[in-house]
Structures are given as C-alpha cells and as structure tokens.
C-alpha cells in the first residue's frame, strides 16, 4: 500500500500553487468497500470439495479524489484464501493492483498508472473488469486522450496488462474517432450521421522459444465506421491481426482477422437489431503460453441473447476467437394498448434467433505431406463464406403483459443447440438440444411490497437430463428483500445425482449499505457474460455479502 500513496504525495507536492493539505480539503473523497464471504461445506453428491479453509473472503475497497480537474484512486484487494471459484482460476493474493492519477482540463485527459478503455468494438484492444467473472485486464501505464477538433479524438496507450495479481507483457496503442456530424454543421443539422474510426494495437513478448523463430513484436489493426438515417443505423468493423503463434492456435504462422456488422431499426414501439460476425485465428494475448481467460488484450462481442433467468443460462455461447461465423436477429414490438392483444397496458414481445458455426478450415498440402502437424507453419485456409459444425443455435421469444396495477407476466420459450464437445471441451459428446419454458409473475401488493413467483422447465435427452426449477421472492421496498428457490435436476441419468439445489437469501438496506445473507448449493457449470465464460464448482454452504459507499 505504501507505494501508491508515495506516488500520491509527491503528485501532491508537484503542485506549485497549492499546499497539499489545502488541496486535499478542497477536494471530494469518496469510494465503497465489498466483501463476499463463505462458509463451505463438504458434499460429494454434488461434488462439492472438502476444504482445509471453510471460511473464504473476496474482499476490495475503492477510494477515489477528485478536485476540479484532478483524480486520483486506487482498489485494494484481498483474495489471500479466496472464494474456491477464483482460486481455481488463479485468483490469489492481496495488495493494491489498481491504483492511477488522472489530470483532464479542456479537450486532454492524461492517466498515469492503471486504467481502462476499448478502442472501436473491442476487436483489437479492450482493457475491462467483470468481477462476477474474476476478470480484470486492466492496463497500467499512460493513457493520453485528446479532442484537438470538435469531431476528432486521439486515444494513445501504452502499458502492461493485467493478470491477477501481476502485470505482464508490453502493449502499445493508438485510436481514432471521427465524427463528421460535428465537424460539419451542414451535415451535423440533417438525419444523417458518419462516423469512421481506426486503430493499431502491438504488444511485445521476448523470443525464447528453443525450436521456433517467433515474432517479438506483433500487430493488430481495424478500421470502422458507422452511417445512420432517421431510424436506421448501420455500423461496421474490420480487423486484421498479423502471425502470432501461440499455444492455443498450435503455433500456427497464419495471421488472423475479424469482422463485425450490426443494423438496426428502431422508433417507437418497434425495434429490429441484426448482428454478423466472423473471426479467423484472432486470439490476441500478451503471453504466447496464456490459456483460458488470461493475459488477454482483445475482446470478441458475443452473438447470443444474455438470458437472465438459471435454466436458460445453463447453456450459455462462449466466444471462438479462433473460429466462428454467425448471426443474431431480434425484434421487439409492443402491440398497442386499448386494443384485443395489447389490453390496456400493451404487451411487449420480443423475438430473438442466433446461429453459430464454426469456420471451414482447409490443412494446407504442404503440411498434409509433411504429416508432422500444423506446428510451426501456416497452418490452413478458411474460405471466407465456408461454414464448419454448428456451435450454437437458440431461438428465443418472451411476451410481457401488465394486467393492472397489481399484476404482470412473463412467459418466454427458448430452444437451445449447444455444441458441448466445442464450447465445454467434451470429447465426443453430442450437441445438447434443450427446450425451455418460463414463466415469471409479480403481483404488487401495494407501492412497498411486492410477490414475485417464478416456474421453469429444461427438457433435454443429453446431458444431465431434465431440469424444474421455483423461486418465491418477497420485497418490502427499499429496504427489505427475501428469496427461496429450488433447482431440481430431477431427470439426471444418474439416480444419485438427482439433486435440489436449494437456495434461501434475504438482504436488508440501510442508508448506502447492504447486507445479503444466504445459504444453499451451487451448481457446477459455466458463468458466462458477453461471450466471456469461467467454470464454476460446485458448492454448499452459507454465504454472506456486505457492501457499503461513502
């Protein structure tokens, strides 16, 4: 702790007009402390280990300065025995990882230390945080933005990426936005809007690989741009990565690339939204040897719905970087109010399709006549429109309707193909075709307190079979929060192994705290969010959260 408070004291003393206590006087400070908390016990019906360590905290503080145009902050973190899900990852130690100083007057913003940013869509860089996931890639070194014109602004980075408790690798940056609208006042009064956009990324790992001649430096570089009229919006990203051998791609000489293509059409009461996406070898990390979720300096947008509710999250899409094309489509519609189907609130439906394949990959002659492997070459060609196996397919649809003060339904059918010898790594196991039914309903007692009740079906053949699931949510508003649930997988093909998976939690607000208090099992599977996915483990046992701002 002591080096980033030094750092602060002497920014501090830097400046020539002001004293540092005066400074600090003048200024707001403000922040939040969270610990989640564990108690684990052992149950080997679900799988749930037995630990040396019953008790488990994740816990982190943030503090934040802020005087005029000067900030200021850091976040310690103590994961020493953490929750045993991040420590599968990785995700163990304690100190203060993040920590930066940030300076912004007029049309400059410069940041010293750690920090986060996306150029474009994310294709070639995007340092970012999920702390349900246990990722943090925060970058740490200098960030300098600028609008030297109305219309243009000049993003530069340079720093280390983070990886758990460490910052690895060298990764330069330089991005580009261009908004004609506001550098055109002709064309910033009409119904059109452009937009283009280009960066180049390169990151710098040292050669010293025995048998293989690698590059030390490797880019990655795109370009977009976006046009919209009235209520459509069309946007577009290119990206193309040059060769980057590494464990994942089986050292594969070929370079990679990506493209993205979004449209909409939205106005009042209607809005159609359709998302393509192809990517060819475009894993992009700091570290040759990184597997899993580290060291990575990209980000590949995921095609699927975010489903909200358990069973229809079960099988969730992980993006491919390394192959995949696919689309998704969605409508939303609210049919009118005062009419047969709308009644006298209007009921909302939504339509969602995405499909997911893989990318034809032709071995090169070459290495078939070697017959020694991909190793070491270029590897293959992927014709641009040539599709592999199905990855991933869901059709979804959800119908909303408010019945009257009291009372509102949700009811949504979902259909999943899901390639689970791709996106799990089971060998030889076949895709999981589930269908589920959902129906969620509020009944609103008065303006505090309100019933939630919530009923859902997975029916599949493959897999662990079929799946029931209940919950019962009670809230006395603001303060008050009571949930029961269970998760029963009562059509496992292993009689054993049909399991509740019970859950009983309440949380209670006072102020700018929260406490949340439960106890239950968890269920071993993949969290996913935006396409970025983890193991969880199994798991049994009390749990506890405290969340406090000041």
């Not at 193309?240 to 939205?266: C, I, Q, R, W």
């Not at 009042?268 to 597997?291: E, H, I, W």
């Not at 895709?431 to 939630?452: F, M, P």
Request: charged share 20%; glycine share 10%; aromatic share 14%.
């Amino acid at each position: 702790m002591k080096k980033p408070l030094l750092l602060l004291a002497c920014a501090l003393c830097l400046l020539p007009s002001l004293k540092a206590q005066s400074f600090l006087q003048q200024g707001k400070v403000s922040g939040n402390i969270q610990m989640n908390a564990q108690y684990y016990i052992e149950d080997s019906v679900i799988g749930a280990e037995k630990i040396d360590n019953k008790v488990r905290t994740n816990t982190f503080a943030n503090i934040q300065y802020q005087n005029g145009g000067f900030s200021a902050g850091l976040r310690y973190e103590y994961y020493a025995q953490p929750l045993i899900d991040f420590e599968k990852i990785g995700y163990v130690g304690e100190g203060i990882p993040y920590y930066y100083f940030a300076y912004t007057q007029d049309n400059m913003e410069i940041v010293l230390g750690s920090f986060y940013e996306q150029f474009g869509s994310g294709l070639t860089f995007r340092s970012y945080e999920d702390r349900n996931l246990g990722f943090d890639n925060a970058t740490r070194g200098v960030k300098i933005k600028a609008t030297p014109y109305k219309g243009i602004t000049l993003t530069g980075v340079w720093g280390k990426q983070r990886n758990f408790f460490d910052y690895e690798g060298q990764v330069r940056g330089i991005d580009a936005d261009i908004s004609l609208n506001e550098l055109s006042s002709k064309l910033g009064e009409s119904d059109f809007r452009l937009r283009f956009g280009g960066n180049f990324v390169s990151k710098y790992e040292a050669d010293n690989d025995p048998v293989y001649r690698l590059p030390e430096n490797v880019g990655a570089f795109s370009g977009r741009a976006g046009l919209g009229y009235r209520h459509f919006n069309l946007n577009g990203e290119y990206a193309y990565k040059f060769n980057d051998p590494m464990a994942l791609n089986d050292m594969v000489y070929k370079a990679g690339n990506a493209l993205l293509l979004t449209a909409s059409y939205a106005k009042k009461g209607l809005g159609v939204y359709l998302t393509g996406l192809r990517t060819d070898n475009f894993d992009f990390r700091t570290k040759r040897t990184a597997l899993l979720n580290n060291n990575l300096i990209n980000y590949i947008p995921t095609l699927t719905k975010e489903h909200t509710y358990a069973l229809s999250s079960i099988y969730a899409y992980s993006s491919q970087p390394l192959g995949q094309m696919g689309f998704q489509a969605e409508v939303q519609y609210k049919i009118p109010k005062k009419t047969l189907l709308g009644g006298k609130y209007g009921t909302d439906v939504a339509v969602n399709y995405s499909r997911i394949h893989g990318i034809r990959k032709d071995t090169l002659a070459s290495v078939l006549e070697n017959g020694e492997g991909m190793e070491g070459t270029l590897g293959y060609t992927a014709p641009f429109g040539a599709a592999g196996p199905l990855f991933y397919e869901d059709f979804n649809i959800e119908i909303g309707h408010k019945f009257n003060k009291s009372w509102k339904l949700i009811m949504s059918y979902v259909y999943l193909d899901y390639n689970i010898e791709v996106i799990e790594g089971h060998p030889g196991e076949p895709n999981v075709q589930s269908h589920i039914l959902i129906g969620d309903l509020t009944y609103k007692i008065n303006n505090r307190q309100a019933v939630r009740m919530e009923l859902q079906h997975l029916s599949t053949a493959q897999d662990d079979g079929n799946w029931a699931y209940a919950q019962v949510e009670y809230t006395v508003a603001p303060k008050w929060f009571v949930s029961v649930l269970d998760r029963w997988n009562y059509g496992n093909p292993v009689e054993s192994k049909q399991v509740h998976y019970y859950n009983i939690s309440g949380s209670f607000v006072h102020k700018a705290s929260k406490i949340t208090l439960g106890f239950g099992k968890q269920y071993e599977g993949i969290l996913c969010v935006g396409g970025v996915c983890r193991q969880v483990p199994a798991s049994y046992g009390m749990s506890l959260q405290v969340v406090t701002s000041f």
